[in-house]
């Protein structure tokens, strides 16, 4: 009796081993890849880089006053970006007390060419509200260059 047993769960074996090689060869012949092509890749980048630029340009600087009172903000855009380059850098600007509360805020362009991996200076001359103590300075927009 043991022996039919083990006859019996032969055929099953089969059966499963043989579905799974069909299922393989179904996925495989009907062109299905759970890779994308390094093209693929690129434009899916390119897409994602484009809807977010505030994520992919970095700024780094910092702000004086001159001699004539104005307040100077100097500094360097860097696109973090691997494909999509920009274009005008919109740079939010907000004007603190020394007890960080907001004085005010101002957007500055930027009107230079962003592109991918690299780093733009940028120099603005503004007048700060009275009271200001401490500047933040963010990337709050860019244009996608077609």
């Known amino acids: 009796m043991r022996w039919l047993y ?4 032969i055929p099953a074996v089969r059966v499963v081993l043989l579905l799974i090689g069909f299922t393989y060869i179904m ?10 092509s390094p093209e693929e ?6 897409v994602q880089e484009r809807s ?3 994520n992919y340009l970095i700024q780094e600087g910092r702000w004086r006053k001159n001699i004539i009172g104005q307040t100077v903000l100097e500094g ?3 696109s973090k970006a691997t494909v999509a380059d920009f274009k005008d850098v919109q740079l939010q ?8 509360t907001e ?11 962003f592109a991918a991996g690299k780093t733009v200076p940028y120099k603005i001359k503004a007048v700060a509200p009275s009271g200001t103590s401490n500047i933040r300075v963010t990337v709050h927009t860019a244009a996608a260059v077609n």
């Open 6 to 9: 083990q006859r019996r769960g």
């Open 27 to 36: 996925f495989t012949s009907c062109g299905f890849s759970s890779t994308k």
């Open 41 to 46: 890749l690129r434009k899916d980048s390119l």
């Open 52 to 54: 977010h630029p505030e």
């Open 76 to 78: 360097t855009i860097t």
């Open 93 to 100: 600007v907000v004007w603190l007390t020394k007890t960080n």
């Open 103 to 113: 004085l005010r805020t101002n957007i500055y362009p930027v009107f230079e060419y």
